[in-house]
């Protein structure tokens, strides 16, 4: 009797072990919305619709690069022609398109809206279009069948990226600049916030770095760059280390681009591209300039052209405020050069009156101490 109430307790602890187990093994939700599928060979076409730009210490997408709708139909005259689109967005989004392989395609107007609707055997999609409001949306007709939803209100947005049955993440900026991210899943959410972008990289950096960037840049979805690649990094340096002759001199290059030596021409050339980063804002001021000549202007907006990337960076750092980041400052001292190094150096002892010189660990262990304290208050 003994033994038979023995085996029967032993039946009974490991069913209610089992769920347990079960549990455990079920796939973090983070890594769920990360499955490789067709958004991911979208990307290109994604990072042309995701396009932000920082103004006024807020995120906005740059809606500028899509158009305004008009109140004509997409497909003039043939349902299902691709190819004739009256605005930006809707030409992205018939690249989005003719990639589904779609089988069907429906469109509709009315007043200041239009929608149009696809069906492909990749991709199903969706595009609403109205003068204050537009949504994109799409989901992945096959396997992990991720559904992607972008809706643009002007002064505010809100991304959201989803598994059937699983993972939720929002991603939503308020008009007023508060920044905003959620993720749900199994029952669960958590939710973090914070008055602007810029303090929710300072109270969540490492969210948007461990979690946010992974999931969302694959898809061609850079809501915010990592401070921490070279262009920024470089773009930060390169104002901590700006000479007070750096105006002048990029001055008198810009004057030899008209010299009528060629040799001249093309070594002032050289020098203004390999200074770009130092003569950046004195190039796209005369580029602005009525009065500057064609050529230089050609030569300039050419140099400019090379470096697309960099203006983003610098308006990053600017968004950031990375320059008076001493956690950032600090990493910068393991990777810049020996040129740098002073600036760099002299820079973080008039923002914190600290004083350790060329020892990055003395840096570091101050600030520990320093953040520790502050987390204390």
Not at 244 to 266: G, S
Not at 346 to 372: C, F, I, M, P, Y
Request: aromatic content about 8%; proline content about 5%.
């Amino acid at each position: 009797m003994r033994a038979r109430l023995l085996f029967l307790i032993g039946i009974v602890a490991a069913s209610t072990a089992l769920p347990s187990q079960a549990q455990d093994a079920k796939p973090d939700g983070w890594a769920l919305l990360r499955q490789h599928g067709e958004f991911n060979n979208l990307s290109a076409e994604f990072e042309r619709i995701f396009v932000f730009t920082y103004t006024q210490g807020k995120l906005s997408l740059d809606r500028g690069k899509w158009g305004i709708p008009s109140v004509r139909p997409a497909f003039p005259g043939i349902v299902g022609v691709a190819n004739q689109f009256s605005t930006p967005l809707e030409s992205h989004f018939s690249e989005v398109m003719s990639k589904s392989q779609a089988r069907s395609v429906s469109t509709s107007t009315g007043g200041d809206r239009r929608f149009i609707k696809f069906q492909g055997s990749k991709l199903n999609g969706e595009l609403t279009l109205q003068t204050s409001r537009r949504v994109f949306h799409v989901q992945e007709a096959v396997a992990p069948r991720r559904t992607l939803t972008l809706t643009d209100s002007g002064d505010q947005f809100e991304i959201q990226i989803a598994c059937p049955d699983g993972p939720t993440l929002w991603i939503k900026q308020k008009s007023d600049g508060v920044f905003s991210t959620s993720f749900a899943h199994q029952f669960q959410k958590t939710e973090n916030q914070a008055k602007s972008l810029k303090e929710y990289y300072r109270t969540h950096r490492g969210e948007l770095a461990e979690r946010l960037g992974p999931t969302l840049e694959p898809l061609g979805i850079h809501i915010l760059p990592s401070p921490d690649t070279p262009t920024v990094r470089r773009a930060v340096l390169s104002d901590l280390c700006r000479k007070p002759n750096d105006a002048k001199e990029a001055e008198r290059l810009i004057k030899q681009l008209d010299d009528d030596d060629y040799m001249v021409r093309e070594k002032a050339r050289k020098s203004l591209f390999e200074g770009y980063f130092r003569y950046r804002e004195m190039i796209h001021k005369t580029i602005a300039t009525p009065t500057v000549s064609l050529e230089t202007s050609r030569r300039l907006t050419a140099i400019r052209d090379r470096f697309t990337d960099v203006g983003r960076a610098h308006e990053l750092a600017q968004l950031l405020d990375l320059a008076t980041d001493v956690t950032y400052l600090i990493s910068l001292m393991e990777t810049a050069s020996t040129e740098e190094i002073p600036a760099l150096i002299r820079h973080l002892e008039t923002t914190t009156g600290q004083n350790h010189g060329r020892d990055v660990s003395a840096w570091k262990t101050w600030n520990q101490t320093q953040r520790k304290t502050e987390n204390l208050k």
